[in-house]
């Protein structure tokens, strides 16, 4: 099944999208398309190029501001807020759980943040997991603690550098 990754329209059916997460599901269905209309957070859908109208998952980007500097030596003691892109969201169907698309949205999410940072500015992807069971498919990627001093804390980043290096295999 060949794949097509592309921002939110309407006319793409957000209705029948159920990854088994209620707030992941409204997100789709109620706010994304609006928060793309105020410049707030733009969705990306990943749909069956057959099928164009299905979603089959997607991954929100926002902008992201850290003021306080992750522990990197690249940006340490650094006195002002930095800019980043956050992963604000990323939900696979139901139907299309274990084949991987998660993977291939992160991938897009990670390529993207590199586009910004060619083209503004930013030290890497942000994400928050929720949960402690998804730190490893984040860590699998090189997401780093975002602050290793609070063990508490789930938020998670991927340096730029690294961004560049996943977005680079991925394109070969």
């Known amino acids: 099944m060949s794949i097509i990754i592309e ?11 159920d990854c088994g ?3 992941l599901n409204q997100f789709l269905q109620r ?9 707030i957070a733009k969705t990306y859908v990943a749909c069956a190029s057959a099928e164009p109208t299905a979603i089959l ?16 030596k690249d940006y340490k003691k650094y006195p002002h807020p ?7 969201r990323l939900a696979v169907d139901r139907t299309q759980q274990g084949q991987r698309l998660g993977e291939r949205l992160l991938v ?3 390529y993207r943040t590199v586009l910004v940072a060619e083209q503004i500015s930013a030290i890497g992807l942000f994400v928050d997991p929720m949960t402690p069971q998804v730190v490893p498919f984040y860590q699998q990627y090189g997401f780093l603690p975002a602050d290793p001093g609070d063990p508490s804390r789930l938020e998670m980043w ?3 550098k ?9 394109c070969e």
């Open 57 to 72: 998952g997607y991954h929100t980007l926002t902008g992201y501001s850290v003021t306080t500097a992750p522990d990197h």
């Open 82 to 88: 930095l800019n980043a892109v956050k992963l604000a």
């Open 158 to 160: 991927l340096p730029i």
């Open 108 to 110: 897009d999410a990670i």
């Open 162 to 170: 690294t961004c560049i290096a996943v977005a680079a295999t991925a």
């Open 21 to 23: 997460v209620n707030a």
């Open 7 to 17: 921002e939110l329209t309407p006319t793409h059916d957000r209705k029948a999208f």
């Open 31 to 39: 706010q994304a398309r609006q928060k793309a209309a105020k410049q």
